[in-house]
């Protein structure tokens, strides 16, 4: 049973940083593709970040610079440093694990950001 399960999200002021975690358990964490998206209200899930297998990332362009997304393969964990957050940044973050055979999504965290 593939479980993936997101901490992290709260609520900081524009300027801020947080950090986000992902624990997918159930796959072989190592030989997947790790992702973050986020959907604000009334808009599409769009991607934050990814990280393959081998360690190539990905950014989404309004995020470019200001987040990190990073994996420890011992501990089937990836990360999404946010820094310089605004409030923009505001929605619900969802972590995707890509296995050759299905995508499975987490239950997402909040990431709300005042200004």
């Known amino acids: 049973q593939v479980q993936v399960i997101e901490s992290g999200g709260g609520s900081v002021q524009a300027g801020g940083s947080l950090r986000l975690s992902c624990t997918a358990s159930?796959?072989?964490?190592?030989?997947?593709?790790m992702g973050w998206y986020r959907q604000a209200p009334g808009k599409q899930r769009d991607l934050v970040a990814s990280?393959?297998?081998?360690?190539?990332?990905n950014y989404g362009d309004s995020v470019k610079g200001r987040f990190t997304v990073s994996r420890d393969n011992a501990k089937n964990t990836v990360y999404l440093q946010m820094n310089s957050l605004k409030p923009e940044d505001t929605a619900v973050y969802y972590c995707?694990?890509?296995?050759?055979?299905?995508?499975?999504w987490g239950q997402g965290t909040q990431v709300t950001v005042s200004s």
């Open positions: 990280t393959t297998s081998g360690g190539t990332t």
């Open positions: 159930g796959i072989f964490f190592s030989a997947n593709e």
């Open positions: 995707r694990a890509v296995t050759p055979y299905s995508a499975y």
